[in-house]
């Protein structure tokens, strides 16, 4: 693809396909995504029949493979170039310096044929790709970058031979040759082209980074004997030793030993996380120290790395709603300035006195050179690659540049209790009987009902029971009340364990202890009451503590302007006391989960952008809801997942980077659209001969070859700085 208009004939070959469901081009990354039900092979031959080529990228290899490819094209590029500035440039400076002789002498039409020749092999060699590419959009009735420059170029040799042969054909004030601008401009094309190639390699660095991640190989234990072998030939349930200093090769548990291991390229986190036996290990991480024995249970493409890499791949080659506008604009934009070359060179054969051939071939040549919509086509996909590549560096995962994009226009942001503002490892900080009943029963009775619960408040209880050695009853009829509790039955005592709101429907007295239960919620504990057939037995309160960055992450969302609400099904008092402990501006507590999409959705009336943080999985109805979730967590729990932004650590200064990052690259992404309309929307009235109006000069071509190469430059040059961007969360 040559420019910004390919994408919309590539995209809509591969729309056509039966079983394509969407199809989505980076003109960036010169890859397209494609979703449905097809075969490879008919995806490839609806690009070939659009007349470009593909090939199907998977896997590390092929990643490897297209960089090498891509380099070998940046070596022909700047060939090329070197080639063509090599006749130009003396060409140049030859014919200002008045040294080669007049067209109308015999010796100059001599000199002048010989120099057309010459010029003609530059085209040839370092100019074919364009003239070839016009060609096969011609057939295709289409019009493209290729085409602007080869009819450029082309009218000017061509131009230039009718004058070196018949040169009576215009007056003798207009006969000008323009050999070395043509060949001049293909060199700052191919040399332009070459430069932005090398820049658009750094911008998928953050994909090589995570491809170097993983070993070649893996040090397996087969029959009893250690060997090395390729990482492709590991099979599952097999035995692997990771010695200090190695990365480890596909997710597993550790078997045997113990070690710490870096996971700063899952999470983000500098700080090594040790590991023992039972414990999980993922692929790229490094053992920093000891020797352990884990058993491979995730390989290939199923490892935690491999879906990272599929996800950044993709996230970098989506479009938010701001790439598919610029891409419909680039569809009729090479269109347009074709029509608007055609006008200028009628206008000035029109209005122009002796030397108006002259004038309106310049300044429709001119015109075609400068308004290759390149640097438009690259503004957003450039920008979305770089911002996705170093949102992945922090932890990051991003799905797409649509939530790239939105994350940035949050205005509200939504926060789950458990497991996002504390740690979701909650202990129990006090047992409070009734007067005629004793702590350890109470906690009995609890840990009994609890044992059947998969509610993070009930291993706490469990736990703690066990820690005292009480043995449990067995419980019948259990069942969990949303929002409210859960109740079963110990022989033939109903048992009921939870809220203010549970005791309420079943008609038991809590009065007793209400006034107790309201001082542990004051202090951010959640109290739950214990009742044995319809008899109030105790208080057992329950604390979850905060993470250690949840106030100052909270701090930094108010830094960045947005509300800061707190969505928890949480009694009252306890999520207010929370509230008060991090800064939250608004709490809604006791909410059942069934409701807190409601929540979301009331939240969303007006102007507000709402963004969801909880844990993908509990919170699914929320953050479907929300115009932007948030996965929160660690590690392979919340590895692609269900939410628009998966954060691979267990932080909320995750959704601070993420917004700020959005923020960032969105700014970013208009910088690029500012210039690249800015450089057309000047650049095409110059090149038509504004100027001459004003100033009596019109544009060279060369020069106007050189703004379009740079132009583009400049789109990646910028998007570049992305990648020293510091988030405020690090």
Avoid at 41 to 49: G, Q
Avoid at 374 to 380: D, M, Q
Avoid at 557 to 563: D, R, S
């Amino acid at each position: 693809m040559s420019c910004a208009g390919c994408v919309n004939a590539v995209e809509t070959a591969l729309s056509k396909v039966a079983g394509v469901s969407a199809a989505t081009v980076n003109f960036a990354e010169h890859t397209a995504l494609v979703e449905g039900e097809v075969s490879d092979h008919e995806l490839v031959r609806a690009v070939s029949e659009a007349g470009y080529q593909a090939a199907v990228l998977q896997g590390t290899d092929d990643e490897e493979q297209k960089a090498s490819q891509e380099f070998a094209h940046y070596r022909r590029l700047v060939n090329k170039a070197l080639v063509a500035g090599a006749i130009g440039v003396p060409l140049f400076i030859s014919g200002m310096a008045g040294w080669l002789p007049p067209l109308a002498t015999p010796t100059g039409k001599t000199v002048w044929l010989g120099i057309g020749f010459i010029t003609l092999f530059v085209l040839v060699y370092s100019g074919r790709q364009f003239f070839r590419g016009a060609w096969t959009s011609f057939r295709h009735h289409q019009a493209n970058m290729d085409t602007l420059i080869a009819l450029g170029t082309g009218t000017a040799w061509l131009y230039s031979m009718v004058i070196t042969l018949v040169p009576h054909l215009v007056p003798s004030i207009a006969q000008h040759a323009y050999f070395e601008a043509a060949v001049i401009i293909i060199a700052l094309i191919n040399f332009g082209s070459a430069l932005e190639m090398r820049a658009r390699g750094k911008t998928s660095q953050a994909i090589k980074r995570l491809i170097g991640l993983q070993p070649k190989t893996a040090r397996v234990i087969r029959d009893g004997k250690e060997q090395d072998v390729a990482i492709g030939e590991i099979g599952l349930d097999e035995t692997l030793r990771v010695r200090p200093g190695e990365r480890i090769a596909v997710d597993g548990v550790i078997i045997d030993g113990h070690s710490s291991v870096d996971e700063s390229m899952l999470t983000g986190e500098p700080i090594p996380v040790e590991k023992h036996r039972g414990d999980e290990v993922v692929a790229g991480t490094i053992n920093v120290a000891g020797t352990f024995l884990f058993q491979s249970k995730r390989i290939g493409a199923d490892t935690v790395l491999s879906q990272i890499i599929e996800m950044v791949r993709r996230a970098q080659s989506s479009k938010p709603a701001i790439g598919r506008l610029v891409d419909k604009v680039a569809a009729v934009f090479v269109p347009a300035v074709l029509i608007i070359a055609v006008v200028t060179f009628l206008l000035w054969f029109n209005l122009a006195a002796d030397e108006r051939v002259s004038y309106a071939i310049v300044a429709a040549m001119t015109v075609l050179i400068i308004a290759c919509p390149c640097a438009l086509g690259l503004a957003t996909p450039i920008s979305i690659m770089v911002g996705v590549g170093k949102a992945a560096e922090f932890g990051i995962l991003i799905r797409n540049g649509e939530a790239l994009q939105s994350a940035g226009k949050v205005t509200t942001v939504v926060l789950d209790k458990t497991g996002t503002i504390t740690r979701g490892q909650p202990t129990v900080t006090a047992v409070i009987p009734v007067s005629d009943v004793d702590e350890q029963t109470l906690l009995q009775v609890a840990a009994s009902i609890e044992a059947a619960s998969e509610h993070p408040l009930a291993a706490a209880i469990v736990q703690a029971a066990k820690e005292k050695q009480l043995e449990l009853s067995a419980v019948s009829d259990f069942a969990a009340i949303a929002g409210q509790g859960v109740r079963g039955a110990i022989g033939q005592d109903s048992v009921y364990l939870g809220n203010a709101a549970l005791m309420q429907a079943q008609g038991v007295d809590v009065n007793a202890l209400q006034a107790r239960a309201g001082e542990l919620a004051a202090l951010g504990q959640t109290p739950m009451y214990v009742v044995r057939a319809q008899r109030l037995l105790g208080i057992v309160a329950v604390a979850d503590p905060l993470k250690p960055d949840s106030k100052s992450a909270v701090a930094k969302l108010h830094a960045l302007g947005l509300k800061v609400v707190m969505l928890t099904g949480d009694n009252r008092a306890t999520a207010q006391a929370i509230a008060a402990q991090v800064g939250i501006d608004e709490v809604f507590a006791e909410v059942l989960p069934q409701d807190k999409d409601k929540k979301v959705a009331e939240l969303q009336q007006g102007s507000n952008i709402v963004a969801m943080v909880g844990d993908g999985i509990n919170d699914a109805p929320a953050l479907a809801r929300a115009d932007i979730g948030f996965a929160i967590g660690t590690g392979t729990d919340v590895a692609i997942e269900s939410a628009d932004i998966a954060l691979m650590r267990d932080s909320l200064l995750g959704v601070v980077d993420a917004i700020a990052i959005s923020r960032a690259t969105v700014r970013n992404i208009k910088q690029n659209l500012f210039g690249a309309f800015v450089y057309n929307s000047l650049g095409i009235p110059v090149a038509a001969g504004a100027l001459y109006v004003v100033l009596g000069v019109l544009l060279n071509p060369m020069i106007a070859g050189a703004a379009m190469a740079m132009s583009s430059v400049t789109v990646v040059s910028n998007a570049n700085r992305l990648r020293w961007f510091q988030p405020q969360g690090q």
